[in-house]
């Protein structure tokens, strides 16, 4: 596969991993690994995307930008700006809305200072925009740290789980 300039801006372990993606699809498939590729480059970039970098995965997989565009710009678990480190999600949708998420969704931008969608000063914590519902309802309320669920959250709860990041 042709890689072009722009795919220099990769580091050797993101290049890795996109190789390890690629070879599990067929050959001239390589656009089914963006995915999994703009996950390593958004963790190993501090938790978000840069239009430089995506242009890199897509010149990485001889594929049009556009084609990484979309897919970071589509699924909400792609940053596309700078954000806090820890990404934290509340979901207030119906289940968690009768079980307190919206009482839970209010803790937390108390406790943080930040308004839904900001993330706080020190670069620590991202509020992220509310989630439509989180598939977790049987533990609800919930909200989602770092991509890893927590049900049926207290108040207490959440102060235990975010004071306990770095
Ligand atoms: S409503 Fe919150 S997880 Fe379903």
Avoid: W
Avoid at 28 to 41: C, F, T
Avoid at 108 to 131: H, N, R
């Amino acid at each position: 596969m042709q890689h072009l300039p722009a795919a220099k801006q990769l580091s050797a372990h993101v290049r890795e991993e996109i190789d390890r993606l690629v070879a599990q699809f067929p050959p001239g498939r390589q656009r089914s690994a963006v995915i999994g590729a703009l996950h390593a480059v958004q963790q190993e970039n501090g938790g978000y995307l840069t239009q430089e970098l995506m242009e890199a995965v897509a010149g990485y997989l001889g594929i049009p930008a556009i084609q990484v565009f979309e897919v970071a710009s589509f699924y909400s678990m792609f940053e596309t700006r700078p954000v806090g480190r820890h990404s934290i999600s509340v979901c207030t949708n119906i289940s968690c809305m009768l079980c307190g998420g919206e009482q839970i969704l209010a803790h937390v931008e108390k406790k943080l200072g930040i308004a839904v969608g900001e993330s706080t000063a020190d670069g620590k914590f991202y509020l992220k925009k509310e989630e439509e519902c989180l598939a977790a309802c049987t533990g609800a309320p919930m909200m989602m740290v770092d991509h890893k669920f927590h049900e049926n959250v207290t108040l207490a709860r959440v102060d235990e789980i975010l004071d306990a990041l770095e």
